[in-house]
């Protein structure tokens, strides 16, 4: 789960916001006032590209709330988002607001991002050459795949509890992967059952074009989701996932969870550790 810095706000810009209240309206930490959004160049042209792709793509491909909040949350095709008004909008739905972070942050950092209604968003762009991948997430990753279903409650409220869940293992590698496979299976590679068939809401799917043709395609392998499954399932970063997970809705993400604090809770007492509670603040421990 890597995150990079890539511009800074500018003084002005920030005595502009502190002088109307908007950084405590944001919760943003002091620390971290950096820019919102990448330079007008090369990048705008880029999302105006893969935004264009995945829109006519996606139409009949993803779930129809994300398509529908991708349009309440006014992205679109000309002008790179700002995550300055992305956030208030976010934080006004779910209490999410999104955060630039320096650097690759550890899962710890992470998972405190997400206890505290924070999102760490990459503001580095894919080159122009390599529009149909990604090797590692980028703003349009994050902005386009993540942003509109943390504008949804019981999908917010999933997030915020996973990381709050996460946190006590933050220093046991082994019980942290089987809660990182939750959240790939589900937040960046999840499938969910409509009315018309399955659709697509997983933030690595609609981020990317091959892989929303393939996962509702014949060769993909589709399961009903369910927790312990999901844990026992590893994690296959750069390949096609050899299998994806439907939910029926969203709220059944947030009704999971006592199922994993269950499964993680017995896994200790099994396998006991020294356990640190203490949490890095979000994006302030890197790898």
């Not at 330079?39 to 009949?60: K, N, P, V, Y």
């Not at 650097?103 to 405190?112: I, Q, R």
């Not at 997430?137 to 993540?146: A, E, L, V």
Request: net charge neutral; with cysteine; charged share 15%.
């Amino acid at each position: 789960m890597g995150f990079w810095l890539f511009t800074t706000i500018s003084f002005i810009t920030i005595v502009y916001l502190f002088s109307i209240g908007i950084m405590n309206a944001l919760a943003l930490n002091p620390q971290h006032t950096q820019a919102a959004t990448p330079s007008h160049g090369e990048e705008a042209r880029i999302w105006r590209a893969l935004f264009e792709r995945q829109t006519l793509l996606l139409r009949d491909m993803a779930s129809p709330v994300f398509l529908q909040s991708v349009s309440a949350l006014g992205l679109r095709t000309e002008g790179l988002p700002s995550l300055i008004e992305l956030s208030l909008q976010l934080r006004k739905r779910t209490g999410f607001t999104l955060e630039p972070v320096p650097g690759v942050l550890t899962d710890k950092a992470f998972y405190t991002c997400l206890q505290a209604r924070r999102f760490p968003i990459v503001t580095h762009f894919r080159d122009a050459e390599h529009l149909t991948y990604a090797d590692r997430p980028d703003f349009f990753h994050h902005i386009y795949g993540h942003v509109p279903l943390l504008a949804l409650p019981p999908y917010a409220d999933f997030m915020q509890l996973l990381g709050a869940l996460a946190l006590p293992y933050a220093d046991q590698p082994a019980m942290l992967e089987l809660i990182n496979r939750l959240y790939w299976y589900t937040i960046e590679f999840g499938l969910v059952q409509h009315e018309n068939g399955l659709r697509i809401y997983g933030a690595g799917i609609v981020s990317s074009v091959a892989e929303t043709a393939y996962c509702l395609g014949p060769l993909a392998e589709r399961e009903a989701y369910d927790v312990q499954t999901v844990m026992a399932t590893p994690i296959q970063p750069l390949r096609f996932q050899r299998k994806y997970f439907v939910i029926q809705h969203f709220r059944q993400l947030y009704d999971s969870l006592p199922e994993l604090e269950r499964v993680l809770k017995a896994l200790a007492v099994l396998h006991p550790a020294p356990v640190r509670t203490g949490a890095a603040p979000c994006g302030v421990e890197f790898r």
